[in-house]
């Protein structure tokens, strides 16, 4: 073994990265590269969040307001492919699907007698936001640092070697298409280009990215757009990124003068103070969490090889890496002022990436925000709410044009020119709940927080996305519910008419505009406002249709007993009123928290990347804890096959694979493992509520709970020893145990202690007969006190056991 890491919170290697799916990220929220670590041909691929394919346009399709009532009377009539076959030809958007987020380009840096190296290693420091790589050359050690700095807003690449005026090197730079490349001076690069035309819409982001070599001791020459230095004692890169784009409405900026300003800045600074700065801004966010399931011999494997052998062993150390690396993710690819996190984050290699690596917002959008509030990284919120803030005003038009309705919509996806219309065909894009979905992320930002400021800033996006659905709504002929039509249940059809999705009344449509006037009416009250639009949202309330538990005990995935119980269908959309949402729950609705687990088990384990971490959370919900370690072992499995093959799981850098790489992989797998551990949404805080048995002594520190609070937790032998809760907010603060507590200003709750509650059995097939009904559940005492806090305060708690 060449080097080990002096620390637990990293990923290591002993071989450079082949492939761009072993290469490490480093980002800035902004500024994103993937890192190969080749000592002879380093290749530092380079993106920046606003270099997407075309410029400010639009998507809508009229037409669908005039046909609206032909699809509703074809969906009653049970006429569901002649109303696809509608959908598509007067919805479905005639322009753009959305445009593709794009590669940058490379930096590539090229050592030509490196070619024998040995002592390889290379690490991603998770507490430092640095990849580096090491080795030695005819008895010279060599280092390569990169980091990308959110404080002066570059990337920077630092070489050193132990002896003076080893270090030579050629650097260059490229891009797949749309880009010219020039030397500035003797000691700077320049590549500048263009996005691509795509479906028609002309490409108008103009970026440029600016290579500027500092070098101690030796020389640094240029030469027909490339870079030669020689016998260097060390060298400093920086890497400069800007484009044109000012807003989703304007692309009017001077991107040569954006990349030269934030150069300028940096030069000014020594490297090492711009070193400080960046570990001490990345900091302040990672260091908020500290997690520990405690350590094994696995430690000393390069990261690879702990992937390749979590199934086989105890390596729970890699569980606490695996989820503070989707904090570092989270960090690096979201930050205040930026764009949201896309499917791919920031980062990405091609011109057109899968699914345009767009934000898709049936699941996938969403997803990568689940961690944001309870693992206490509440500011890297703040993108995704500026483009919902966007989206209410750009899906204004599109609510009005194409459903002749009041307030906002949005369809199944959108990309940084925001978007509304339907995209990829009715099948997939005849979903116009994407408003109601993301609403939904606006409030719990104010339920974790209890800013009533923020809370009044974000209202209108609830008010008007509310109005949307009161027009939107229409009385369903059978029960006279007020529905969804026409929608779909993403991206799944029901055998009934296996080749049309379109349906009405799905049952996530009715859990999502639920949650949306439940909590528009909660904000309404809170702020004194809107009495008579809170008047028709709860009479609407109670005409939706309700859950439904189906012939072999399922919950409905649609209005109508549909489910099949051999459809093992990645999306479990129906589930979404379990986790996200809190609408089952086994103190309030037992049937359906019993149905839930009846569809989840039926929809079986195995599926792509995100989804695993979709029900990591579900099982998390379904306090069973050791189902949703199952699914992380799942998850923790090598994507790579040795036959080249891929399947749904994680690639050697941890990067999650659908397969392709999406990183809401990640981000669902890290919430599902907080989820696990604290939960809030149910009216109390759950200590350990889906403790898996396998984790039998741990601690985590720093989660984010609703109500303004923040708790720690230590256990041993499978049950909480200490406990400490942060009050920013003051108020009661409700605890639920499986276990008694003890400590001061501690009270049992009234008529709840103890109370009976579900504890999920291990059954290994779906109950596809019977009533599936509470004796099939086994019961456990739960423990709730009750605990007057006041702002500021800290409260230690403690097992009462012996």
Not at 267 to 295: C, M, P, T, W
Not at 473 to 493: G, K
Not at 590 to 598: G, I, Q
């Amino acid at each position: 073994m060449s080097a080990q890491p002096d620390a637990p919170l990293k990923l290591w290697y002993t071989q450079p990265a082949k492939q761009w799916v072993e290469a490490l990220p480093v980002g800035n929220g902004r500024l994103g590269a993937m890192v190969f670590g080749n000592p002879v041909q380093e290749v530092i691929q380079l993106n920046e969040n606003t270099v997407w394919a075309g410029q400010p346009n639009r998507n809508d399709n009229p037409r669908a307001r005039e046909a609206l009532p032909e699809v509703r009377k074809l969906i009653f009539e049970d006429k569901y492919e002649e109303a696809q076959k509608l959908v598509n030809d007067r919805f479905i958007s005639k322009t753009s699907q959305g445009m593709p987020y794009e590669t940058v380009g490379n930096l590539k840096l090229s050592f030509e007698d490196h070619e024998n190296y040995t002592g390889y290693y290379r690490e991603l420091d998770l507490e430092k936001a640095v990849a580096t790589s090491r080795y030695q050359v005819n008895g010279v050690n060599y280092k390569t640092e990169v980091f990308s700095s959110s404080p002066d807003q570059v990337i920077v690449v630092r070489i050193t070697a132990d002896k003076p005026r080893s270090i030579s090197f050629s650097a260059t730079m490229d891009r797949p298409a749309n880009a010219i490349v020039s030397s500035q001076g003797n000691d700077a690069l320049i590549l500048a280009g263009r996005t691509a035309d795509f479906e028609g819409v002309q490409g108008g982001v103009q970026f440029q990215a600016k290579t500027k070599i500092q070098a101690k001791g030796g020389t640094v020459k240029a030469s027909e757009g490339s870079l030669q230095v020689e016998q260097a004692d060390e060298v400093t890169i920086y890497v400069s990124i800007a484009s044109n784009f000012n807003s989703y409405k304007d692309i009017g900026g001077d991107a040569a003068a954006r990349a030269d300003a934030y150069l300028q800045k940096a030069l000014k600074k020594d490297i090492q103070v711009v070193y400080k700065e960046h570990v001490a801004d990345f900091n302040r966010y990672f260091d908020r969490v500290n997690f520990s399931l405690g350590e094994t011999g696995a430690v000393n494997l390069p990261t690879d090889q702990r992937i390749e052998q979590f199934k086989n062993g105890q390596d729970l150390g890699l569980v606490a890496l695996y989820f503070q690396f989707g904090r570092y993710l989270l960090i690096s690819s979201s930050r205040p002022g930026g764009q949201p996190a896309n499917l791919q984050g920031i980062w990405n290699d091609q011109l057109t990436p899968a699914w345009d690596s767009k934000y898709t917002v049936n699941i996938n959008t969403e997803m990568n925000y689940w961690p944001s509030e309870i693992t206490n990284l509440t500011e890297l919120n703040e993108p995704l709410v500026q483009m919902i803030r966007e989206l209410s005003q750009s899906g204004r038009q599109t609510a009005r044009d194409m459903y002749g309705a009041q307030g906002w919509m949005l369809h199944h996806n959108t990309d940084i020119w925001r978007i509304n219309g339907p995209v990829d065909g009715a099948f997939w894009g005849m979903w116009p709940m994407g408003g109601a979905w993301l609403s939904q992320h606006a409030y719990e930002k104010y339920a974790f927080s209890g800013d009533k400021a923020y809370l009044a800033s974000v209202y209108p996006i609830l008010k008007e996305a509310s109005k949307f659905y009161l027009d939107f709504l229409v009385e369903e002929p059978e029960h006279q519910w007020l529905v969804v039509a026409p929608s779909v249940s993403p991206e799944n059809a029901p055998t009934a008419h296996p080749g049309s999705s379109i349906s009405a009344g799905t049952t996530m449509d009715n859990q999502l505009v639920f949650d949306l006037f439940t909590k528009t009416i909660k904000a309404a009250e809170l702020l004194g406002t809107d009495k008579e639009l809170v008047a028709d949202m709860k009479a609407s309330l109670k005409k939706l249709p309700p859950m439904q538990v189906g012939r072999w005990g399922q919950l409905q995935e649609w209005m109508h007993d549909w489910d099949n119980p051999q459809d093992h269908h990645r999306h479990v959309s129906h589930l979404y009123g379990l986790y996200p949402s809190n609408q089952i729950s086994p103190y309030r609705t037992p049937k359906l928290f019993d149905a839930a687990r009846t569809s989840l088990l039926a929809r079986g384990d195995e599926s792509t990347g995100w989804s695993m971490g979709w029900k990591v959370n579900l099982w998390a919900r379904l306090l069973d804890g050791n189902h949703a370690f199952k699914l992380i072992q799942d998850q923790l499995s090598p994507s790579i096959q040795p036959d080249g093959k891929q399947k749904g799981g994680t690639y050697p850098n941890l990067f999650d694979a659908h397969p392709p790489f999406q990183i809401d992989g990640n981000f669902g797998c890290t919430a599902g493992i907080a989820e696990m551990l604290l939960q809030s949404q149910d009216g109390a805080i759950h200590l350990l509520p889906a403790l898996p048995d396998a984790w039998e002594e741990g601690s985590i520190s720093g989660l984010k709970a609703r109500g303004g609070f923040e708790v720690d937790i230590k256990w041993a032998d499978n049950q909480p020893e200490d406990v400490t809760i942060r009050s920013a907010l003051g108020g009661n603060c409700r605890i639920r145990s499986f276990f008694p507590l003890a400590g001061k200003g501690l009270k049992k709750a009234k008529g709840a202690n103890p109370n009976p509650l579900y504890q999920v059995p291990k059954i290994k097939e779906p109950l596809v007969s019977g009533d599936a009904d509470l004796k099939n559940l086994a019961l456990k005492k739960v423990y709730e006190y009750d605990l007057a806090t006041s702002p500021g305060n800290i409260y230690v708690l403690k097992t009462g056991r012996k």
